[in-house]
């Protein structure tokens, strides 16, 4: 019993809670080549990066948009990086 409370089993494994960060530090995991989002978003599947030299947001039905800041998205504090998928 005793090895058994050494081990940690998989399935209470705590979720690892994400980096949230500001807008500035936003755009330089952009330039790294990630994707990010906010919270406030509340769907990690919209989702703003860079391509080609510019901003764009990926919304419902994978739909890249030209990605016009609003001064809420400079203003975040709200901000992560999207896992791979």
Same mark, same amino acid.
Not at 51 to 58: F, S, V
């Given at each position: 019993?005793?090895?058994?409370?050494?081990?940690?089993?998989?399935?209470?494994?705590?979720?690892?809670?994400?980096?949230?960060? *500001?807008?500035? $530090?936003? %755009?330089?995991?952009? !330039? =790294?080549?990630?994707? !990010?989002?906010?919270?406030?978003? /509340? =769907?990690?599947?919209?989702?703003?990066?860079?391509?080609?030299? /510019?901003? !764009?947001?990926?919304? /419902?039905?994978?739909?890249? *948009? $030209?990605?016009?800041?609003?001064?809420? =998205?400079? $203003?975040? /504090?709200?901000?992560? %990086? %999207? =896992?791979?998928?």
């Amino acid at each position: 019993m005793e090895n058994f409370k050494k081990k940690r089993s998989p399935f209470f494994r705590k979720k690892k809670e994400k980096e949230i960060f *500001n807008f500035p $530090t936003a %755009v330089q995991h952009l !330039i =790294d080549g990630k994707n !990010i989002s906010k919270k406030e978003w /509340e =769907d990690e599947n919209i989702f703003g990066s860079l391509k080609n030299g /510019e901003l !764009i947001i990926r919304n /419902e039905g994978n739909i890249d *948009n $030209t990605w016009v800041l609003s001064e809420g =998205d400079l $203003t975040g /504090e709200d901000w992560f %990086v %999207v =896992d791979e998928k």
